[in-house]
């Protein structure tokens, strides 16, 4: 089960790599933008279909994980609805100029929005929370979160929150990959033989 495991991590990276398409998109519809260009429309459809493709196989690799690897239940959750909030984001980031209610340039929301994504960001200690090297990678990918704030302070849109947490998003799961490949971390999935021994969470109990 490990295959299927290697292959939701990919998938995970590609959906993310669509989401920071997205972002890109997003700072050149602004740029452009004008009601009646014809431009304009063909960028916006651009920037639905990353946005819709990333969320596509985001919830495939995000499932191809969940299945594969045992227990880790509050890591499998929080990353679920952190594909969901980032997919409404980008909708309302869009749409921003038909909802009052939504602040694209608002600190608040910068903050919230880091923060949520860096404490789903810590929950993947949960697949060898005993791994050094695992640890320093989602530290790493934590900074570059937290970073994208920057872009708020600097008077930027959401969408450079955004962008930054599909690039550390992106570096997760490749960087996870390459340890399993390495085997510098073990991760119990269903259908193991060689681990027998019950999975016991060290960061999180369940």
Known sequence: MHERFKKGLKSCLIGN???????????????????????????EILAYTCEFGGFTILLWGDWLISSSVRFRNIMKLSFTLYIVLESVMMFLELNSFRFNFYKPYSLTLAIIHAAVSGLVCLT??????????????????????????????????????????SIAYALLFHMIGRHVQREEIEVDCHGDRARVAEYKSTFFDE
């Open 124 to 165: 993947f200690l949960q697949l060898d929370s005993d791994k050094k090297k695992l640890e320093l990678s989602v530290i790493i990918c934590i900074a570059i979160i937290f970073a994208g704030m920057l872009g708020n302070i600097l008077g930027l849109r959401i969408y450079f929150s955004i962008i930054v947490n």
């Open 17 to 43: 790599l669509l989401f920071l398409a997205f972002g890109i998109i997003c700072l050149i519809y602004y740029k452009v933008y004008s009601p009646d260009s014809a431009i304009s429309k063909i960028i």
